[in-house]
């Protein structure tokens, strides 16, 4: 699979009708870029980032106002999650129109799950800076987890404390640096060797 990964990346030969601008805007590709972004600038933020209650919020202050770049590279980070989140959703709505998820249905269930892990990767990393609209956000997210099934369960994992608590902040830091980019990963891998073992529209690959 990771053979397969490679080389979807690194295609021996690509095809020149491939290579023209069309409507679709290689978004599955955009998507990848913007993964590729968010993984290098939130690993540099890691070093200065301090996954505490009492000075998460002046860890921020201190990249932003003190680290050379600190604040380019935070922005950096925002807008490639917003465009990493609407490649991903432009991706789905693209699959969904074309009908293409009809002819790969093991494809269709890894994006979606894909999709799901995006916005979940999404929200757990907006609680970190740990600001006023951070803590709201989070707490109002929290409330909409009761109503679906099971619910209750989920935020008592994710809230075993209090929104904004020691605890709180540092399973939702665990789970946004290495658990869910974890899996995203494996899950990309697998959707990149499935897209090569089932040819479609790329009979080159």
């Known amino acids: 699979m990771t053979k397969e990964f490679i080389k979807h990346l690194f295609p021996r030969v690509v095809l020149k009708d491939n290579l023209k601008?069309?409507?679709t805007l290689c978004l599955g590709g955009l998507s990848f870029v913007a993964l590729f972004v968010l993984t290098v600038t939130g690993i540099l933020l890691m070093f200065y980032y301090q996954p505490e209650k009492s000075a998460a919020y002046n860890s921020i202050l201190f990249i932003e106002e003190n680290i050379f770049l600190g604040k380019y590279m935070r922005d950096l980070h925002k807008f490639a999650t917003h465009a990493y989140l609407i490649l991903v959703f432009g991706h789905t709505l693209r699959v969904i129109l074309t009908g293409a998820y009809k002819?790969?249905?093991?494809?269709?269930m890894i994006g979606m799950i894909l999709l799901f892990l995006s916005i979940f990767e999404a929200y757990t990393g907006y609680l970190l800076p740990m600001d006023q609209l951070a803590l709201w956000a989070t707490q109002t997210g929290m409330e909409l987890f009761r109503s679906v099934p099971f619910g209750?369960?989920?935020r008592n994992i994710l809230v075993p404390d209090n929104v904004g608590e020691s605890m709180t902040l540092l399973r939702f830091y665990v789970l946004h640096i290495v658990v869910i980019p974890?899996?995203?990963f494996v899950l990309i891998m697998l959707h990149f060797y499935r897209i090569r073992k089932d040819r479609g529209i790329l009979p080159y690959l």
């Open 103 to 108: 002819f790969r249905t093991y494809n269709w």
């Open 152 to 154: 209750d369960v989920i």
């Open 182 to 184: 974890a899996i995203t």
């Open 21 to 23: 601008i069309s409507y």
